[in-house]
Every structure is written in C-alpha cells, then in structure tokens.
C-alpha cells in the first residue's frame, strides 16, 4: 500500500521478479488510493489503507493477514511469527521488541502476562509501564481483521483509523492479542535520525546487520554493475562503497552509492550519499543526506556550525545536525551551507547569488519538474 509519490517504489519493485514474486503461485499487487467514493481519497491512518483496499483481504483465500510497516529494517523470518500466533490460538499478534524504559515513550509501549498475551498497551506515554515496544508488525486472523476494520470505520471522525492507536488497545481488551518477542537487529527508519544512524550502524567492526553473511540473501532490483573503482589519492575509512563509484577523494563513516563520483581533495564524512551524485574537488561534507543525483561544485563546505540550530521549517523533523540536499539538486561552487539545512529538489538557479546557507535555513526551488520526483 503506497501513497505519497510512489513512482520510484513502482519503478523499483516492478514485478517483483528479484524476491521471487513473478511465479504462477505468487505474485505482488502496488495499491494506491484512488477516486472511486467519497471518503476514499488519500488514506487516513494505517488501518485506513487496508480497510480501502478491503476486497483484497476478502478474495484471499488464507486463513491470516500479515500487515507489515515499509519503513523498518530487520532480519526474520515470518514463518516463525505466524506459527506462534498459531500456537497461542490468537486472533491478533503483534511483534515486540524491548528498548530501555526510557526510551519506550517514543513508541506503543505494550505489556505482556507471562504468557505472552497482551494486558496493556499505551500510545507513546510520557511514564511508560513497561519497555516492550510495538513493532508495527502484525499477524490477524482474516475474519477478525474485516470485522476489526469495519468497525473501525464506522467510527468515523472518532478514530484515527491506525493499527498502533485504534485497532489493537481496542481489541487486547475484548480479543485474545499477543505479542512475539523479537530480539535480534530492528530500527524504525521514520525520522531523518534514525535513517542516518541506520546507515551508521552498518559501519560498525561487528555490524548488527552484517550485508557480508553468506547466509544473509540480499535481494534488490537492477543489474550487476561494474566494481568500484579508487584513485592513487583515495582514502576510505568505516564505511561502504557501492559498485561502480569512483572514489579520488577521502570517505569516512560513510555510505556511497552506486555510480557516486568523489574527485581529489574531496572529504565525505558520516553521510549518506545517494546514487550517481558528483562531489567535486575540495569540497566538505559532514554528517548530510544527498538524495540521487546531486551534483555538488568545487570548494562547498556543507554542514558547518551549531548543531543545535532546528530548521527554521521543520523543526519538529530537521533537528539533529543533518543537513539534506534534495533530488538533483546542484550547489554552486564555494557555497557553505550549515547544519538542519534543507534544499530542496531539483533547487539550482535558487543558490546562484549565495555564498552561504546558515544553519536551520531552507530553499525550494521556484518551479518543480515533475520528473524530480522519480
């Protein structure tokens, strides 16, 4: 279930071929909203969005639904979720993990009997109970997830119409809910911040999440391109360099993606660099997030200054130091830009007069291409 510009999703699973869905017996459906009745415009809520694509769930000849959020990374195998929901005759099961008590009040903070059966749950509390956190993954019977969403809606104005809010502290009350304890690697990459630190943490000697394990069957869509290539000037520390970038420059604690160029004199620090974006000679980058193809002039200095500066926008989202350059956007040469700075796609022309962005600052461009946004 897709909403917000989903082009680049769509592009990118396409039929699905590299996970194994293109087969007779399987197959992968993109749902997006669309007009069809008046209340079915853009989805409200998580739960929202399957009870618009409900004739879906309703043709499935299965026994279980198994909901899943897009932006979590992990490693599991749902095999093992779905039987213990089995075993434990549930009606729903949600998958926990265990965070330190006081870091649960960012989360749906649950509490569990000894036998794993749901006894509690709290929506992001400010003194949280307990320390076992909602995943955002969830196993439902099939007939009580379309009762369940049914009268969900008939609420109306009255909910939220999400899975994490609405749906499960209504039902562990009425219903049998468990939770399936899950203890190896999970990070929720919904903020700037832990999108960064995700990349980060597959720098580590011993990442969490080793790319490297023979066993671990890495599947993404696209062709095998060249290697990498590093020039006689390059110097890379922690960090990971994708097929076919060409490194001249100095990389640490970093991530590069494929057909990313770095020129000679150039310093890329703990940052993410998105596909084939061009960094030229003598410019800095510190703790930022390049979207694809940005291309990036001589001599730029790009996160600099007080950290403690939010974006003057988005300070709720753009408020840890990280800078973001958008989609093709191109920085002049010479322009320093400081920290919780945001530009915008496809921004050019905008940065043409400037000789520095101060941190918290923002600039969109004046017209948008709809190309930028796939």
């Given amino acids: 279930l897709t909403q917000y510009r989903p082009r680049s999703l769509f592009n990118h699973i396409g039929a699905g071929r590299p996970w194994g869905y293109d087969?007779?017996?399987?197959?992968?459906?993109?749902?997006?909203?669309?007009?069809?009745?008046?209340?079915?415009?853009?989805?409200q809520g998580t739960a929202d969005a399957v009870y618009q694509n409900l004739y879906v769930i309703e043709e499935a000849r299965v026994r279980e639904i198994l909901i899943l959020a897009g932006d979590h990374i992990?490693?599991?195998?749902?095999r093992n979720l779905v039987a213990y929901h089995r075993s434990q005759g549930a009606d729903a099961t949600v998958a926990v993990y265990?965070?330190?008590?006081?870091?649960?009040?960012?989360?749906g903070v649950l509490d569990l009997d000894p036998s794993g059966r749901v006894i509690d749950f709290q929506e992001k509390p400010k003194e949280p109970r307990g320390s076992w956190i909602s995943m955002g993954i969830y196993v439902f019977n099939k007939d009580v997830l379309v009762e369940q969403l049914q009268a969900d809606a008939d609420l109306g104005e009255a909910s939220s119409h999400d899975f994490g809010k609405d749906i499960i502290p209504r039902m562990f009350r009425t219903h049998r809910v468990f939770g399936y304890q899950y203890h190896d690697?999970?990070?929720d990459v919904g903020t700037i911040e832990s999108y960064w630190a995700a990349h980060m943490d597959l720098l580590q000697p011993n990442p969490p999440l080793d790319l490297?394990?023979?066993?671990?069957?890495?599947?993404?869509?696209?062709?095998?391109?060249?290697?990498?290539?590093?020039?006689?000037s390059a110097r890379v520390t922690e960090s990971l360099i994708?097929?076919?970038a060409r490194i001249d420059g100095e990389v640490h604690r970093s991530v590069i993606s494929p057909g990313v160029v770095i020129e000679p004199g150039a310093i890329v620090r703990e940052s993410i660099i998105q596909h084939r974006c061009v960094i030229r000679s003598g410019t800095v980058i510190d703790r930022c997030i390049l979207d694809k193809e940005v291309s990036v002039g001589a001599g730029c200095i790009?996160?600099?200054g007080d950290p403690n500066i939010p974006n003057r926008e988005r300070p709720d989202i753009v408020n840890t130091g990280i800078s973001i350059i958008g989609k093709r956007a191109t920085i002049p040469s010479g322009l320093r830009i400081g920290r919780n700075v945001v530009v915008g796609p496809g921004v050019h022309e905008e940065l043409a007069d400037l000789t520095e962005l101060e941190s918290g600052a923002s600039v969109?461009?004046?017209?948008?291409?709809?190309?930028?946004f796939v």
Avoid at 74 to 78: H, N
Wanted: charged content about 20%; aromatic content about 12%; overall charge neutral.
């Fill in 242 to 244: 994708s097929p076919s």
């Fill in 23 to 43: 087969t007779p017996e399987g197959g992968i459906q993109i749902l997006q909203p669309y007009l069809g009745k008046a209340d079915a415009d853009w989805y």
């Fill in 74 to 78: 992990y490693l599991t195998s749902y």
């Fill in 302 to 304: 790009i996160g600099t």
């Fill in 364 to 372: 969109h461009p004046t017209h948008i291409p709809l190309h930028l």
């Fill in 98 to 107: 265990s965070v330190p008590r006081s870091e649960a009040h960012r989360f």
């Fill in 212 to 232: 490297e394990d023979p066993d671990l069957k890495l599947r993404t869509a696209g062709s095998i391109p060249p290697p990498a290539r590093f020039g006689p």
């Fill in 185 to 187: 690697y999970w990070r």
